[in-house]
């Protein structure tokens, strides 16, 4: 195989990631109702007609942003989880940082300012980020809450609405990044996101922590109704 030719199957075989580079960066900066395909092509250095070879649509386009950007780096987060070693909290502490750090800092934090801003208007992109995002994503969490309940860890508690506890505020992160941050007002402690997400998880976790009473019996609290 000469040289050439194996140049431009290396420039072939990257060009989907180009794509949805070229993609994510558009539907970010004008929104993904306003973004043409054609400005996809041209921004990637392409023709309309390649693009459509790899994604037939602008819909399928963004799912394939989704489903890399985010769906995929939940599953990693998953597995991470399973190889550690240590209490569902410290699983919880290690992993859910590390995740959402690596999501701040990549293109990837403006989906979600994509999802509030314009899924409203795209039912099935909706259903789609649901069950590709939002579904693995909470048991992801949920099922480290639960076993910590079941050890003893944890107190009980509605493991819901403790997912969205934990989940709502580093979504708020990512929504400032793309926001106000993107208009220069950031603020001080977000400049380095990282603290910020772990003292965030910790300070939850450390609520549903059962605490001994003056008798260094554990106390617990009712369960939720």
């Not at 250095?45 to 037939?56: E, F, H, I, M």
């Not at 693995?136 to 506890?165: N, W």
């Amino acid at each position: 195989m000469s040289a050439a030719t194996t140049a431009r199957q290396r420039r072939k075989d990257a060009r989907p990631q180009e794509l949805l580079d070229a993609a994510l960066e558009l539907f970010v900066e004008k929104g993904f109702a306003a973004t043409r395909s054609e400005e996809v092509a041209v921004r990637a250095g392409v023709s309309k007609g390649t693009l459509y070879l790899y994604y037939p649509s602008k819909e399928e386009l963004l799912k394939a942003v989704i489903q890399q950007a985010l769906a995929a780096k939940i599953a990693e987060g998953r597995a991470m989880a399973q190889g550690l070693q240590g209490s569902p909290g410290d699983k919880l502490l290690t992993v859910l940082p590390h995740w959402w750090g690596e999501v701040y800092r990549s293109p990837a934090s403006g989906v979600f300012k994509l999802v509030i801003t314009e899924m409203c208007n795209f039912p099935e992109l909706a259903q789609f980020y649901a069950r590709e995002v939002i579904e693995p994503g909470s048991a992801l969490v949920a099922e480290q809450l639960e076993a910590g309940m079941a050890c003893g860890e944890f107190r009980r508690h509605d493991v819901r609405s403790t997912v969205y506890s934990i989940v709502m505020p580093l979504i708020m992160l990512c929504l400032h990044k793309h926001s106000l941050g993107a208009c220069g007002m950031v603020e001080p402690m977000l400049a380095d996101p990282d603290p910020f997400i772990r003292h965030h998880v910790a300070l939850v976790l450390d609520g549903l922590r059962h605490r001994p009473d003056a008798t260094g019996a554990p106390h617990t609290s009712p369960t939720p109704i």
